[in-house]
């Protein structure tokens, strides 16, 4: 990992706006996060960008700027909800596919 032992974890960035308002307490090691990062950028991924990645077998989302310095994390739980909430409500009839009849 590229960080030291006095490297304190990151906190998942959840302020509770998507459920009860409450900020989340999940932590994760700096050096996970920067790490993967950095895989993404060997990958090719340039710029400032989000990016899903795996520890412990659960997803997290994280935000990685080009210098390599992660802006902050969400957790599982929270990374699952900021994504449900990103695609909308599929019941939602501004969100729903539309079924189009190709004809020839």
């Known amino acids: ?3 030291g032992p ?3 974890p990151l906190r998942c960035v959840s302020s509770g706006y998507l459920s009860n308002g409450c900020s989340c307490r999940a932590t994760i090691p ?3 996060v920067t790490d993967a990062w950095a ?3 060997r990958a090719g991924v340039r710029g400032d960008s989000f990016f899903h990645f795996t520890w412990r077998g659960d997803v997290w989302l994280a935000f990685g700027l080009r210098d390599g310095r992660i802006r902050g994390a969400y957790c599982p739980e929270h990374t699952a909800e900021r994504n449900q909430h990103l695609v909308g409500d599929p019941s939602d009839e ?3 596919p539309k079924k189009i009849a190709l004809t020839g």
Do not use: D
Request: hydrophobic share 20%; glycine share 6%; aromatic share 0%.
């Open 1 to 3: 990992m590229r960080t």
């Open 6 to 8: 006095e490297t304190p």
């Open 30 to 32: 700096t050096g996970v």
């Open 39 to 41: 895989r993404e950028q």
């Open 94 to 96: 501004e969100s729903a």
